[in-house]
């Protein structure tokens, strides 16, 4: 929603990812929806080419794009919280032959609790707790729940 705030902090990610990532950097790939906007104006500040997985029959494909085998890439997302979509980008991403150097996000709400599978550079982190359905709190029970993540469409 607002440019010039993800510029900066995209800004700040590309460069914590040149730091933490040694060597080339082929791709950024973003798992869609969240980590469109995010890997792609992270690429930018990188100088390299954003692309983006979709669902397709639940699971994540590189539908629009085609990258040669040993392609070095760092998938790119907004929030991470238990690190599903960056594991089921990286199976994607390696049945197709590429090799996932790292993940970057903007905030890892499990503060470098989750494992992806890869180093994972976050810009911020913060412990945010999750509950079993059946464990939760009285005052989080009594709250409906919404889920408006992108992960049924």
């Known amino acids: 929603m607002h440019a010039d705030k993800t510029e900066r902090l995209c800004k700040a990610l590309a460069e914590k990812i040149r730091k933490g990532v040694p060597g080339t950097i082929d791709y950024v790939v973003g798992p869609?929806?969240?980590?469109?906007?995010?890997?792609?104006?992270?690429?930018r500040h990188l100088g390299v080419p954003a692309i983006w997985v979709e669902r397709e029959g639940g699971e994540f494909r590189l539908r629009r794009f085609e990258?040669?085998?040993?392609?070095?890439v760092v998938i790119v997302e907004d929030i991470v919280t238990t690190g599903l979509s960056i594991r089921e980008t990286i199976e994607c991403l390696r049945?197709?032959?590429?090799?996932?150097?790292?993940?970057?996000?903007?905030i890892d709400r499990s503060a470098g609790k989750t494992d992806v599978g890869v180093p994972l550079i976050a810009l911020a982190e913060y412990e945010v707790p999750a509950y079993p359905p059946d464990r939760l709190p009285p005052e989080l029970a009594a709250i409906p729940?919404?889920?408006?993540?992108?992960?049924?469409?």
């Open 32 to 43: 869609a929806i969240g980590g469109l906007i995010p890997a792609y104006e992270t690429s």
């Open 95 to 106: 049945e197709l032959g590429a090799e996932v150097v790292a993940a970057a996000c903007i």
């Open 145 to 153: 729940a919404v889920k408006p993540g992108s992960r049924n469409i």
């Open 67 to 72: 990258i040669a085998k040993g392609s070095r």
